[in-house]
Protein backbone atom coordinates (compact mmCIF):
# COMPACT_ATOMS: atom_id res chain seq x y z
CA UNK A 1 0.00 0.00 0.00
CA UNK A 2 0.96 3.61 -0.66
CA UNK A 3 2.10 5.67 2.34
CA UNK A 4 2.18 9.88 2.36
CA UNK A 5 5.75 10.77 1.72
CA UNK A 6 5.27 12.21 5.81
CA UNK A 7 5.81 8.21 6.49
CA UNK A 8 9.46 8.62 5.12
CA UNK A 9 9.55 12.79 6.12
CA UNK A 10 8.70 12.42 9.66
CA UNK A 11 10.80 9.67 10.59
CA UNK A 12 14.75 11.01 11.70
CA UNK A 13 16.16 8.87 9.41
CA UNK A 14 19.92 9.31 8.31
CA UNK A 15 18.99 9.74 5.04
CA UNK A 16 17.46 13.23 5.42
CA UNK A 17 20.85 14.93 6.27
CA UNK A 18 22.61 14.35 2.62
CA UNK A 19 19.19 14.90 0.35
CA UNK A 20 17.63 17.76 1.32
CA UNK A 21 17.88 18.59 -2.93
CA UNK A 22 16.09 15.43 -3.60
CA UNK A 23 12.06 15.29 -3.91
CA UNK A 24 10.09 12.52 -2.49
CA UNK A 25 8.04 10.46 -5.16
CA UNK A 26 6.22 7.62 -3.15
CA UNK A 27 6.38 6.04 -0.18
CA UNK A 28 5.06 2.26 0.04
CA UNK A 29 4.35 -0.21 2.88
CA UNK A 30 6.28 -3.38 2.83
CA UNK A 31 4.67 -6.27 4.35
CA UNK A 32 7.40 -7.89 5.72
CA UNK A 33 7.04 -8.48 9.48
CA UNK A 34 9.67 -9.08 11.29
CA UNK A 35 11.82 -8.64 14.77
CA UNK A 36 14.01 -5.57 15.21
CA UNK A 37 17.42 -6.85 13.51
CA UNK A 38 15.84 -8.47 10.72
CA UNK A 39 16.38 -5.68 7.91
CA UNK A 40 19.09 -7.42 6.94
CA UNK A 41 17.44 -10.52 6.26
CA UNK A 42 14.99 -7.98 3.55
CA UNK A 43 18.07 -6.71 1.94
CA UNK A 44 19.74 -9.98 1.53
CA UNK A 45 16.56 -10.94 -0.40
CA UNK A 46 16.03 -7.51 -2.02
CA UNK A 47 19.18 -7.56 -3.49
CA UNK A 48 20.06 -11.12 -5.12
CA UNK A 49 19.04 -14.85 -4.89
CA UNK A 50 15.74 -15.10 -6.05
CA UNK A 51 14.48 -11.12 -5.12
CA UNK A 52 11.45 -10.38 -5.87
CA UNK A 53 11.70 -7.89 -8.72
CA UNK A 54 13.08 -10.61 -10.37
CA UNK A 55 9.64 -12.52 -10.05
CA UNK A 56 7.94 -9.41 -10.79
CA UNK A 57 6.37 -9.39 -14.45
CA UNK A 58 5.52 -5.64 -14.65
CA UNK A 59 9.39 -5.01 -13.13
CA UNK A 60 10.92 -6.79 -15.52
CA UNK A 61 9.31 -5.45 -17.98
CA UNK A 62 9.30 -1.90 -17.23
CA UNK A 63 12.89 -1.75 -16.51
CA UNK A 64 13.39 -3.91 -20.28
CA UNK A 65 11.75 -0.88 -21.96
CA UNK A 66 13.40 1.39 -20.16
CA UNK A 67 16.87 -0.04 -21.40
CA UNK A 68 16.20 -0.42 -24.14
CA UNK A 69 15.10 3.24 -24.39
CA UNK A 70 18.29 4.00 -22.60
CA UNK A 71 20.47 2.32 -25.25
CA UNK A 72 18.35 3.63 -28.19
CA UNK A 73 18.77 7.87 -26.95
CA UNK A 74 22.40 6.76 -25.24
CA UNK A 75 20.77 7.94 -21.46
CA UNK A 76 22.79 5.27 -19.25
CA UNK A 77 26.35 6.05 -20.57
CA UNK A 78 29.35 6.15 -18.49
CA UNK A 79 28.94 9.66 -19.16
CA UNK A 80 25.87 10.30 -17.99
CA UNK A 81 26.37 7.49 -14.43
CA UNK A 82 28.32 8.48 -11.14
CA UNK A 83 31.34 10.08 -11.73
CA UNK A 84 32.91 14.15 -11.98
CA UNK A 85 29.90 15.59 -12.94
CA UNK A 86 27.27 13.50 -11.34
CA UNK A 87 28.70 12.64 -7.36
CA UNK A 88 27.69 10.01 -5.57
CA UNK A 89 25.28 9.97 -2.34
CA UNK A 90 28.87 8.54 -0.94
CA UNK A 91 30.26 11.73 -1.70
CA UNK A 92 27.96 13.73 1.09
CA UNK A 93 27.75 10.72 3.64
CA UNK A 94 29.49 11.34 7.20
CA UNK A 95 32.51 9.30 8.41
CA UNK A 96 30.63 6.87 10.37
CA UNK A 97 28.24 6.19 7.61
CA UNK A 98 30.97 5.60 4.65
CA UNK A 99 33.19 3.96 6.86
CA UNK A 100 30.42 1.67 7.73
CA UNK A 101 28.77 -1.25 5.73
CA UNK A 102 27.92 -0.47 2.60
CA UNK A 103 25.38 -3.19 1.82
CA UNK A 104 24.76 -4.81 -1.62
CA UNK A 105 24.11 -3.67 -5.04
CA UNK A 106 21.08 -4.93 -6.69
CA UNK A 107 21.55 -7.78 -9.31
CA UNK A 108 18.30 -6.69 -11.39
CA UNK A 109 19.07 -3.25 -12.16
CA UNK A 110 21.88 -1.10 -11.87
CA UNK A 111 21.41 0.47 -8.39
CA UNK A 112 25.07 0.68 -5.95
CA UNK A 113 24.36 0.48 -2.61
CA UNK A 114 25.24 3.56 -0.86
CA UNK A 115 25.40 2.46 2.83
CA UNK A 116 23.63 -0.06 5.06
CA UNK A 117 22.85 0.72 8.54
CA UNK A 118 20.25 -1.34 11.37
CA UNK A 119 17.29 0.64 10.23
CA UNK A 120 18.15 1.81 6.31
CA UNK A 121 19.36 0.47 3.37
CA UNK A 122 20.29 3.11 0.56
CA UNK A 123 20.79 2.63 -3.11
CA UNK A 124 21.25 4.82 -6.46
CA UNK A 125 21.04 4.78 -9.63
CA UNK A 126 22.71 8.21 -12.14
CA UNK A 127 21.94 8.52 -15.64
CA UNK A 128 20.59 10.78 -18.06
CA UNK A 129 17.46 11.46 -16.92
CA UNK A 130 17.49 11.23 -13.28
CA UNK A 131 19.67 10.94 -10.18
CA UNK A 132 17.34 8.67 -7.92
CA UNK A 133 17.55 7.13 -4.44
CA UNK A 134 15.85 3.68 -3.32
CA UNK A 135 15.33 3.84 0.37
CA UNK A 136 13.82 0.54 2.53
CA UNK A 137 13.40 1.44 6.33
CA UNK A 138 13.03 -0.70 9.11
CA UNK A 139 9.84 0.78 11.39
CA UNK A 140 8.93 -0.19 14.47
CA UNK A 141 5.55 -1.28 14.94
CA UNK A 142 5.03 -1.83 18.48
CA UNK A 143 6.01 -5.12 20.71
CA UNK A 144 8.70 -5.81 18.75
CA UNK A 145 7.47 -5.86 15.69
CA UNK A 146 8.86 -4.16 13.03
CA UNK A 147 7.87 -3.79 9.09
CA UNK A 148 9.96 -3.06 6.04
CA UNK A 149 9.13 0.93 3.92
CA UNK A 150 10.57 1.75 0.64
CA UNK A 151 10.95 5.12 -0.38
CA UNK A 152 11.82 6.78 -3.57
CA UNK A 153 13.53 9.79 -4.06
CA UNK A 154 14.03 11.75 -6.87
CA UNK A 155 16.23 14.44 -8.53
CA UNK A 156 15.60 15.22 -12.06
CA UNK A 157 18.34 16.06 -14.55
CA UNK A 158 17.71 18.57 -17.10
CA UNK A 159 14.42 18.86 -19.09
CA UNK A 160 14.51 15.40 -20.50
CA UNK A 161 14.33 14.11 -16.87
CA UNK A 162 11.48 16.93 -15.68
CA UNK A 163 9.95 15.64 -19.09
CA UNK A 164 10.37 12.00 -18.71
CA UNK A 165 9.93 11.16 -15.31
CA UNK A 166 6.69 12.46 -14.57
CA UNK A 167 5.45 10.98 -17.79
CA UNK A 168 6.55 7.02 -16.41
CA UNK A 169 4.94 7.92 -13.15
CA UNK A 170 1.16 7.00 -13.35
CA UNK A 171 2.52 3.64 -14.85
CA UNK A 172 4.96 3.20 -12.27
CA UNK A 173 2.11 4.03 -9.54
CA UNK A 174 -0.30 2.05 -11.09
CA UNK A 175 1.36 -1.01 -12.27
CA UNK A 176 5.16 -1.81 -11.56
CA UNK A 177 5.68 -0.26 -8.15
CA UNK A 178 2.36 -2.30 -6.56
CA UNK A 179 3.56 -5.23 -8.72
CA UNK A 180 7.00 -5.08 -6.82
CA UNK A 181 5.79 -4.62 -3.38
CA UNK A 182 3.53 -7.39 -3.69
CA UNK A 183 6.34 -9.49 -4.54
CA UNK A 184 8.26 -8.77 -1.76
CA UNK A 185 5.58 -9.21 0.49
CA UNK A 186 5.26 -13.08 -1.09
CA UNK A 187 8.88 -13.46 -1.13
CA UNK A 188 9.20 -12.42 2.19
CA UNK A 189 6.67 -14.63 3.98
CA UNK A 190 7.62 -18.09 1.45
CA UNK A 191 11.12 -17.56 2.76
CA UNK A 192 12.58 -20.84 4.53
CA UNK A 193 12.54 -20.51 8.49
CA UNK A 194 16.32 -19.98 10.22
Known amino acids: MRLPNTAFTEHPWRIHEFTEDFEVEDVWYLDTPGG ?80 QASDEW ?14 IGWVADGDGRYHGQMAVLVKKKGLLGKVYMPLILPFRRVFVTPNLVKSIGTAWRARPAG
Open 36 to 115: PDDLALLVRQSSGDGTAAEKSFMYKLLFAIRWKLGVLFKWDGEENGVGPGNPSLRDRLPGDLRDGPRGPDLRTVPMKSVY
Open 122 to 135: VTEVVNKTVHAVMH
